[in-house]
């Protein structure tokens, strides 16, 4: 299940009614009433009290601007907000804080890298290699990038089940210089999980940096940062169900600390002149700006949750019975297709499928009727969608609060759509 499962203790049992408790919002649903079956949380995932009261906390008992003031509430939310850096770089076992980076979420951590990194390192001739998988965050930057360098943007293929065909990745290589690789570590579309182990050591055998897009990866399995020999991961708060807004970037110090920032104004310098500035040491040469307070701190709250419940492991080992389980019942469902990697296959707990004679919006809108959410539509991933020959999927995704139950009640209303449908 995970890249470097050897070295981590058997995951405890989770208890996901147990777990619900703490989540206000799935107590019911607004259109039944009944519990809320909340099967969307690879789009974002519901947040515990023990978040929101963190937040409330800040905000009502020690809020004020970082870095900056003297009096108590600057220090109190200046200890919470670096102390919530720390608790980033124990969970993905980071050598150090300075290594860590607050950005907004995924998407601009990959930013950061495409434009500080790419735009100082990447010219003609040189070759990014991406996966076929890519979100669009880990996509449209890098065409940005290459188109503005005259470096070369080159992709892993996925078969028609989604799975990356890896058998053929020197042929990427050829003719120019490798420089980067940069793979979605889990997709957000279909659950295929990228073999880093095959694909890290192949990039570094051409001497190419690695960055992995851990959007659906680190809120759902343990990550190593530095078991897994990797060179920068992006990843979200709301997905760890932290709050919105906030995320992080981790990069290996040695490269951060050669890469320029790619904003520039408060917080970000050393030293101003009218003629000129120099920059402040890492992370903060990073974090122009105002940062994200009350949400970095939350994020700490959401990370203190994940281990005060079990643990990573634990969920990573509870999302797996319960994908097994909601596979099963969706394979059995006449006229529905599921795509992806199939169930027995080390994959994300995200489960995407069709329905003959019925678009995914409409199976998405009965459902929502029944108080059982799921997404539907092209994911972020239209090359995918494309790729796969459609034009959108439904995706129902489980985390730690998913019971057996949630899916039963997925289950039942996809049997109520093929009957609303005259197919049943
Ligand atoms: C695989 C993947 N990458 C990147 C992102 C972008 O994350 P964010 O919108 O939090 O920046 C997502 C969000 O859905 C995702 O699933």
Redesign the pocket.
């Known amino acids: 299940m995970t890249d470097s499962a050897s070295t981590l203790p058997a995951p405890t049992q989770l208890d996901p009614l147990r777990i619900s408790e703490d989540f206000p919002i799935l107590a019911s649903g607004p259109n039944t009433g009944e519990r809320l079956a909340f099967l969307d949380s690879?789009?974002s995932a519901m947040k515990p009290r023990q978040v929101i009261d963190s937040i409330v906390a800040t905000y009502e008992g020690g809020y004020a601007n970082v870095h900056r003031g003297v009096y108590h509430h600057a220090a109190t939310a200046t200890r919470h907000f670096e102390g919530a850096r720390e608790k980033v770089r124990s969970f993905i076992n980071a050598t150090t804080p300075r290594e860590v980076i607050f950005t907004?979420?995924?998407?601009?951590a990959?930013n950061l890298v495409a434009n500080s990194w790419g735009r100082t390192n990447l010219g003609p001739g040189d070759i990014v290699v991406t996966t076929e998988l890519e979100?669009h965050?880990?996509l449209v930057p890098w065409q940005q990038v290459c188109a503005a360098t005259g470096a070369e943007l080159r992709f892993i293929p996925v078969d028609d089940t989604g799975v990356l065909v890896l058998d053929d990745l020197d042929a990427l290589a050829e003719g120019g210089t490798l420089k980067l690789v940069t793979v979605?570590h889990?997709?957000?579309s279909l659950g295929t999980h990228a073999p880093l182990d095959l694909i890290v050591p192949w990039a570094k055998s051409h001497g190419a940096l690695v960055m992995v897009?851990g959007?659906?990866s680190v809120p759902h399995r343990p990550v190593d940062v530095q078991a897994l020999g990797i060179d920068f991961l992006?990843f979200?708060a709301?997905?760890l169900m932290g709050p919105s807004g906030v995320?992080a970037l981790w990069g290996r110090e040695e490269l951060l600390a050669a890469m320029p920032p790619w904003q520039f104004g408060g917080e970000m310098i050393r030293r101003v002149e009218y003629s000129g500035a120099t920059f402040n040491d890492l992370p903060w040469k990073f974090e122009a700006g105002t940062p994200a307070i009350a949400e970095v701190i939350g994020f700490g709250a959401a990370l203190d949750y994940i281990e005060s419940i079990g643990g990573i492991a634990a969920i990573a080992a509870h999302e797996q019975a319960m994908t097994a389980y909601g596979y099963e019942l969706l394979a059995a469902i006449p006229g529905l297709h599921l795509l992806g990697p199939g169930p027995g296959e080390d994959r994300g707990g995200v489960l995407s499928f069709t329905m003959d004679g019925t678009h995914p919006h409409d199976v998405a809108t009965l459902l929502d009727a029944r108080d059982v959410n799921i997404r539907a539509g092209h994911?972020?991933t239209q090359p995918l969608m494309k790729r796969l020959g459609v034009h959108a999927t439904a995706r129902a995704s489980v985390y730690a609060y998913t019971t057996r139950e949630d899916l039963d009640r997925l289950a039942d209303g996809l049997g109520e759509v093929r009957r609303v449908f005259g197919l049943a």
């Open positions: 690879a789009a907004r979420g995924t998407t601009e990959i979100h965050s880990n979605v889990v997709s957000n897009d959007a659906q992006a979200s709301h997905k995320g994911h972020c």
